[in-house]
């Protein structure tokens, strides 16, 4: 009788994802679920300043049906969806990357069998499928707080899901490189917390970019940040039409392009530094 | 004879307190370069937040009839308030970890009020960003804004920043008492400090009925800055203009009450155990 060790299987062919890979999103995933309070505490807020801004918006419109051009109706269904979204793509690893360079587990991350952006990218995607379920909790109370309806074309439901996956990917990238500096500044906490603050700004969450002042507005524009939120959420209430939704994306998809080659750039440097000089 | 022991006894609790007042700011010193970004973010925060109202008010004249310099003087009002709650209070809001960790045992074997020890072992220097934020705008809304400056006007000023303070505090000491029952108040402190800090620095008359008088009776969050403001200005409310001048009694009424409630529950204090 021979002894014959099994033969190694390779990984089925069909099973193209690494596995290290869906580890990630799973514990990422699981993670979500642990935070119960934080998001019953989250909602409350969200919603909070959601009634806020349409207090505020109702105020100013004082009884006109439209300014601008812009129906009152539409600017609280872009105010709500933008709340909406703003929890679901909202970051994991601009608070994972600091902890993990200060307490030193990053030096285990980086020998693990897939590079240590996959898993970072990993825990993102998980927090992402944790908390769209979670979602829908959500969606019954900004009814009623704000008002949401549905895109009001089919060219705007596709055009805002398109716009959506691509402001998905620029705010994982900016706040991905937001993490990335901690390689080089011991503490990023001051800076994650400007950049909160402002990002809701920038990005036409709270004053759609159609009413700023047109100094203001250009400056924006040359920002990643509409792509976040404004960009999207103008095409999902109808507002930007037609060619306009393709310039749209594109822009959108500029974003995403050069934001990912300064990524791998940026990483390339932070891994270069952690392995020669110990982080 | 006794006088002299009362006010000796005060002096070396204020002498105390400076003490550690100044140990804590030092300590804070060390890490410079970090306690710059925590200022410069604090304030940063601060101007978005009125960069907010600026970008809206330069599209639309008025807000709830209150012109730019008006809310930044009710915005003014409600942040310096804030950041004189904040400048002696601001390590309050670790008190569930405190009492969790036992180290409120540790205040109660010195020579010092528990709640005076909270107030001044761990002063975060960066809070004075709300309070510099909060003098930089009201300073610049008084420049422009047209209010008839008595010496009664400056009183009410003076009061109802007073009075703001007061009503801040009273909802952070009031729901940490909480804490001495449950091990826990940080949901119900934040939920308070995010309503005054969000509601707080508009005209409470733009929310609808039933918000504003909740926010008026049962939550005097009008009286932080709203009312006082709008009797300065001469602007007609829901009330009697005179209300405004109301603000430091609501305020030291509530701050009180909050005392009260904090003194009653830490009696009922049981240790964690460590």
Known sequence: MSLSLPRARPLPTTWRVHPGFVACVMASIRRTYAYRARFLLWLTRTMAQLYLLRMIWMSVYDGRDAVDGIPAGMLIVYLTVAMLQEFLIQPVIVFEIDQRIMRGTVATDIVRPIGFMWQMLGLELGGLLGRAPVLLLAVPVAMVVGSLTLPPTQEATIGYAASLVLAYGISVLVWMLVGLCSFWMTSIHGLRFLLFTVEGFLAGALVPLWFLPDTLRTVLALLPFQGMVFLPISIYIGQTTGGDILGALAVQLFWVVALSVVAVLVWRRARWKLVVQGG | ?274
């Not at chain 2, 604090?42 to 809206?56: D, E, R, T």
């Not at chain 2, 107030?119 to 309070?131: H, I, N, P, S």
């Not at chain 2, 705008?137 to 010496?151: C, M």
Request: aromatic share 14%; hydrophobic share 55%.
């Open chain 2, 1 to 274: 004879m006794e006088e002299r022991v009362v006010s000796m006894e005060l002096t070396h609790t204020l002498a105390i307190c400076w003490s550690l007042v100044r140990a804590s700011v030092r300590g804070q010193m060390q890490y410079r370069t970090s306690f710059i970004m925590e200022v410069a973010a604090g304030l940063a925060y601060q101007s978005v937040g009125f960069l907010f109202v600026w970008a809206i008010l330069s599209r639309f004249q008025a807000l709830g009839g209150w012109t730019l310099e008006e809310i930044a003087m009710l915005y003014g009002i409600r942040l310096t308030a804030h950041g004189l709650y904040m400048l002696f209070f601001s390590n309050l809001f670790r008190i569930d970890d405190f009492v969790r960790e036992g180290g409120y045992d540790r205040l109660l074997v010195r020579p010092l009020p528990a709640l005076l020890q909270l107030m001044f072992t761990a002063v975060r220097v960066t809070v004075l960003g709300d309070l510099i934020g909060g003098v930089v705008i009201l300073g610049a809304a008084l420049a422009r804004v047209d209010v008839v400056w008595t010496p009664a006007h400056a009183l009410l000023l003076a009061l109802a920043i007073l009075g703001g303070a007061l009503i801040d505090g009273a909802f952070q000491i009031g729901p940490a008492a909480l804490t001495f029952r449950f091990l826990e108040s940080w949901p119900l402190r934040v939920i308070f400090d995010d309503v005054f800090s969000r509601f707080g620095n508009y005209p409470t008359s733009i929310l609808d009925r039933p918000a504003r008088n909740v926010l008026t009776f049962i939550v005097p969050m009008a009286f932080m800055a709203y009312l006082p403001a709008s009797t300065l200005l001469e602007r007609e409310t829901f009330l009697p203009l005179w209300v405004g001048w109301l603000a430091p009694a609501v305020g030291a009424v509530m701050f009180v009450l909050a005392l009260w409630v904090f003194a009653r529950a830490s009696r009922g204090y049981q240790s964690s155990g460590h």
